[in-house]
């Protein structure tokens, strides 16, 4: 009987899921795994940090379904690079599936589990799985990575139209999980105390049921993406999908198939910000420096920030004086969440009229994100600042209030989160946007 290993990463589902597909195609029997990755873990040094709780509650759902069909979730707390070979042994697997993850750290420590495999002789398998196309199946006519994303999209799309079948389903076969009697042995009981971690509220429900709802709430509401995307105070303006999208509760192709599904501007615009996603992927997979913190565009890296301290802790605590900042980071301080609209609102004002690294805001949301995702941070952030791939001109710098102004005009939103404002408690403006803009243009050409 040949026996398989499927190791869960960012990918904490059971449907479409290239791995368990491919795994319960070729083998007999199928274990199912997902490591607590120690290196990980204590780089987050924080035990209220709100992701834990989501992957937590992601992987008892998928653990009761697999008791549901007769086996079992194996979890495991350490280094990965010792207990998938260890794991594989006990069990005696012929192979190791997974998914390929892009970031730096994951292509290491996937290429030390994959030799310590071979050495044990026992294969690894590796799988295109959270993106459509992978970085260098769309490449410029040059054949080098595209820099600019339109021409990116272009070559994205025309690629689609040939291989249809990049959005089909990886349909996995429920029947070969392993029976849970074969995985006694290795079964422990992990919980999110024992791993040093505190369960929080969560604004979003974790899980595939959940991620699978919100689709379904979203699809009628796609037709009007094309607007309804800026509008902070509207409920269902986005998906809200990027949280399940970072785990894989979700897969790329349902997403893609639901957008196919609906004709018009709406959906269009909808794909396209899913092929952003795929954009900074390959990003960071072909330009690695930008997950150092590095500049896109080198000569940036040379710039002096003159942005203060205490201009940065005001920003954190959403007490610069600016109502749709502020009210944007007491929110994502309260939540982990924030509006795309508002992303960008806040890193133009960080950089632009406060004169803050961006470096600094960047990793302030990778702290606090529960969508946090290196590669769309990343482009997000220096996109904003302009330093990055493709980026907004360094001399188009937001008006925070005039976006206010455009974009929650009755200031629905902004009131929810600053009841107080209008009277003494609310802080005055701590620079002047005028000034600080003119500053910035400069700091820009120097
Ligand atoms: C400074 C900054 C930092 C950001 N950091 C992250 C991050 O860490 N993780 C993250 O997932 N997104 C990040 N984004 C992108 C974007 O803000 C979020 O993906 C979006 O707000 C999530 O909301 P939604 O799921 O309702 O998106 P929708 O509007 O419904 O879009 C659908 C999906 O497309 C993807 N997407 C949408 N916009 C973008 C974009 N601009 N770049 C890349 N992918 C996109 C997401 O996966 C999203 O779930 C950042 C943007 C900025 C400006």
Redesign the pocket.
């Known amino acids: 009987m040949s026996k398989a290993l499927v190791w869960l990463r960012r990918d904490l589902r059971l449907s479409d899921h290239t791995a368990l597909a491919r795994a319960t195609q070729e083998h007999d029997s199928v274990a199912v795994c997902f490591v607590f990755d120690t290196v990980i873990l204590e780089q987050l040094g924080n035990p209220n940090d709100r992701r834990l709780t989501f992957i937590y509650q992601s992987l008892m759902e998928l653990k009761a379904e697999l008791v549901k069909q007769g086996s079992d979730l194996i979890l495991l707390q350490g280094d990965p690079t010792i207990e998938i070979p260890l794991l594989a042994k006990n069990l005696e697997v012929n192979a190791v599936y997974c998914n390929h993850d892009y970031e730096p750290y994951a292509k290491s420590r996937d290429s030390k589990v994959s030799k310590k495999l071979f050495d044990n002789k026992i294969e690894f398998k590796s799988f295109r799985d959270q993106v459509v196309f992978e970085s260098k199946e769309i490449l410029s006519g040059a054949g080098t990575p595209f820099k600019v994303f339109t021409p990116y999209k272009n070559a994205w799309l025309k690629e689609l139209s040939k291989k249809r079948d990049r959005l089909l389903e990886q349909k996995v076969s429920m029947s070969k999980f392993a029976q849970a009697s074969e995985l006694k042995s290795v079964i422990q009981n992990i919980t999110l105390e024992s791993l040093g971690f505190k369960p929080q509220d969560l604004w979003i429900q974790a899980g595939e049921n959940s991620a699978r709802k919100l689709l379904t709430k979203?699809e009628p509401e796609m037709s009007n993406?094309a607007e309804a995307?800026n509008f902070p105070a509207l409920n269902n303006g986005?998906?809200?999908?990027?949280?399940h999208?970072?785990f894989g509760t979700i897969s790329i192709r349902e997403?893609m198939r639901a957008s196919q599904l609906i004709k018009g501007t709406g959906s269009e615009t909808?794909m396209s910000?899913?092929i952003?996603?795929e954009?900074?992927q390959m990003v960071l997979d072909q330009f690695p420096h930008v997950a150092e913190h590095k500049c896109f565009k080198p000569e940036y890296d040379r710039i002096q920030w003159p942005g203060t301290n205490d201009h940065f802790e005001a920003w954190c605590e959403g007490m610069t004086g600016f109502p749709i900042v502020d009210a944007a980071i007491r929110e994502f301080n309260a939540t982990g969440w924030?509006?795309?609209r508002l992303?960008?609102i806040v890193?133009s004002f960080l950089t632009k009229d406060l004169l803050v690294d961006w470096r600094k805001?960047e990793a302030y949301?990778?702290q606090h994100?529960l969508?946090?995702?290196l590669a769309?941070?990343s482009?997000?952030?220096q996109?904003?600042a302009s330093v990055g791939c493709d980026a907004q001109p360094y001399f188009r710098i937001f008006n925070p209030e005039s976006q206010a102004e455009k974009f929650d005009p009755d200031q629905k939103y902004i009131k929810k989160w600053i009841p107080e404002l209008g009277s003494k408690k609310y802080p005055s403006p701590i620079v002047e946007h005028d000034v600080q803009r003119k500053l910035a243009i400069e700091l820009f050409k120097r």
């Open positions: 979203f993406y995307r986005t998906s809200h999908l990027s949280v999208l970072r997403c909808w910000e899913l952003w996603r954009f900074y924030m509006h795309n992303r960008m890193a805001g949301f990778a994100l969508d946090y995702d769309s941070n482009g997000g952030w996109w904003s």
